[in-house]
């Protein structure tokens, strides 16, 4: 049972309206949470109750209101009161005469994100803004929070600060925090440890081969690396939520935690396990870029429509270079690892097509609509600025080093960005970020942003690799022709997920969703198709049978020449004395 408390500050008379929330799980298996909503001393005669669309982080309106079931609103004798719903998210109610007001309603939780509510037999998770409603005018308030585990052996972990002799009760500065704080209630183990003398733990929720020990003494290192960065930690505690799952992947910023779900068995593999501290990395990145350096559309949450920002590539973009830099800076991985991780980054996006025709600020503005509802042609028409907006990053954090002779880099921007506009919480413009970068550089940078993300011109990555002694080769596997499509199996057919733009399986007219059958009479399925592909050459003409729409067809395709498979970040033979310190003031030299 959660109970949350607020007081309005523009009451009509002395008594303060209170509000106080009560989430029971009284039967987890059922995935429902039940919440009640106590309301005191209300003044009003209509009562407004409104449910957030999306949670900040995560840039997609993902109807939370969807999940909310048997509304019901009485009065203090236990009275039904009239209620209606004014749209998809907002409820209101008639309260006239009613100084006390209780609202009850279920929420169906079964979707294990980091993003979302979670309920089983084994735990609980929620997050604010999936589970509570806010009354317009109150969001400001002081909110307090009980907790009541349905079960005396499940135990609550959050970073609430604690109401003074109240047990399990905590206390929200706002909606606004109520939202930024996830909390977890079940059974989940607890590792608390020190890092810059600050508190800090590590929950984890689900069983698989991660090692508590291990991942505490990496993610120290991470801490200091980036504490080092921004010149200390802007915080009084931090919580690394883990959630262990079968497959599942991804992480949630907030101010002083973080949620992260990561595959069980994803921890003893080495290339796994650097994947998840990458994670790591990034969330706790975002504690400063986002959470307090964050663009001035994000500054005031609008809980209820799309919050449009072009500075995405900066938010996301910036923090995944970061996320691949600091375990290198940690110690955690060498210079090889790195460079590894650098060459697989630019291959997904040297192999997206989608970087011809989406510019990267049309991918942060349009992220609401596009990153997170991909569907077949999505490779084709966009690119992620995370993906774009890291290696646009990694050319401004090489421009600037090698002018400056490795004196002045990203870190500098970061730690400017961080003294103008996250220390005191003041939205930044797209026009003062772009400056900031120019005034670190000392050099005008309108055509480098104008092309790089107003436009589609190609990322020049030799032309700034080569300064630190290296360059970026493109690798071909073998010489197997180009088709152009993605195959998968399902249900004992072979579908098409995906045809390239361009390619010849597009310009023939296959079509995602096709059911591939033959290629020139021969049976033939995902596992099987690159094998048969090597029997042809380019400009070899072929058959291939697919079902489209039931209908069957045969289509002659022509084939292309082999495209590069995957792309290679070396280091060059012979480097010049600049290039090679300009290699180790950026990455080290080992």
């Not at 930690?233 to 959630?243: A, G, I, M, R, V």
């Not at 209820?304 to 995944?320: H, K, R």
């Not at 596992?527 to 070899?540: G, V």
Request: charged share 25%.
């Amino acid at each position: 049972m959660t109970e949350v408390t607020a007081t309005r500050k523009s009451q009509p008379n002395s008594k303060m309206t209170t509000l106080s929330y009560q989430v029971a799980m009284s039967q987890p298996a059922s995935h429902l949470f039940e919440v009640k909503l106590q309301i005191t001393n209300w003044h009003f005669a209509t009562l407004d109750l409104k449910m957030p669309v999306w949670t900040p982080g995560s840039y997609l309106v993902r109807e939370y209101a969807r999940h909310v079931q048997d509304f019901q609103a009485l009065n203090s004798n236990k009275q039904i009161l009239a209620d209606r719903k004014v749209s998809k998210n907002h409820w209101q109610v008639a309260t006239e005469e009613c100084s006390e007001i209780i609202v009850s309603y279920r929420i169906f939780a079964h979707e294990l994100t980091v993003r979302t509510n979670h309920l089983d037999a084994t735990h609980g998770y929620f997050n604010g803004a999936a589970l509570f409603f806010f009354i317009p005018g109150l969001e400001k308030e002081l909110i307090k929070i009980k907790i009541i585990p349905p079960q005396s052996d499940w135990h609550v972990t959050t970073t609430f600060p604690p109401a003074e002799a109240e047990a399990n009760t905590f206390i929200a500065r706002d909606f606004d925090t109520l939202v930024d704080t996830p909390v977890e209630i079940g059974r989940q183990k607890v590792y608390d440890f020190l890092v810059l003398d600050k508190p800090h733990a590590l929950a984890i929720w689900g069983e698989g081969n991660a090692n508590p020990q291990q991942i505490i003494a990496d993610t120290t290192k991470i801490i200091e690396v980036e504490a080092e960065l921004f010149g200390g930690l802007p915080y009084e505690q931090y919580l690394f939520l883990l959630h262990l799952s079968g497959s599942g992947y991804g992480g949630l910023e907030h101010k002083d935690c973080c949620t992260l779900n990561y595959p069980r068995f994803g921890f003893r593999d080495r290339e796994k396990y650097n994947r998840f501290l990458q994670l790591v990395a990034h969330e706790f990145f975002h504690l400063w870029n986002v959470k307090r350096i964050r663009p001035q559309a994000l500054e005031n949450f609008d809980y209820e429509a799309e919050n449009y920002t072009t500075s995405l590539w900066f938010c996301e973009g910036t923090t995944s270079y970061y996320d691949i830099l600091i375990p290198l800076r940690a110690g955690i991985y060498n210079r090889k690892t790195y460079l590894e991780n650098l060459s697989k980054d630019i291959t997904k996006y040297l192999n997206t097509f989608g970087r011809k025709v989406q510019p990267l600020g049309e991918s942060s503005y349009d992220a609401w609509i596009k990153l997170y509802r991909r569907d077949a042609n999505s490779d084709n028409n966009q690119i992620s600025y995370y993906l774009k907006g890291q290696l646009v990053s990694l050319l401004l954090d090489l421009l600037i080093r090698a002018k400056h002779n490795n004196m002045r880099s990203l870190d500098d921007v970061m730690q400017l960005m961080w003294q103008r506009f996250g220390q005191d919480e003041i939205g930044f413009t797209e026009t003062q970020l772009r400056a900031v970068f120019a005034e670190v550089a000392e050099e005008n940078l309108d055509d480098f942003f104008s092309r790089y993300i107003e436009t589609t011109d190609e990322l020049p990555f030799n032309d700034y690799l080569d300064l630190f002694g290296l360059h970026l080769k493109s690798c071909t596997e073998s010489e197997l022709p180009y088709l152009g499509i993605r195959v998968q199996s399902e249900n004992n057919q072979e579908v098409i997920k995906f045809v390239a733009a361009e390619s010849p399986a597009a310009k023939g007219g296959i079509d995602p969703n096709d059911e591939l059958l033959a290629i020139d009479g021969i049976r033939v399925n995902a596992n099987s198709l690159n094998e048969r592909l090597k029997d042809y050459q380019a400009n070899d003409r072929i058959q291939v049978t697919v079902f489209h729409q039931d209908e069957l067809k045969t289509i002659p395709i022509t084939l292309a020449p082999p495209e590069p498979s995957r792309y290679e970040v070396v280091i060059k033979d012979n480097l010049s004395e600049v290039q090679r310190q300009n290699l180790v003031g950026w990455l080290g030299d080992k």
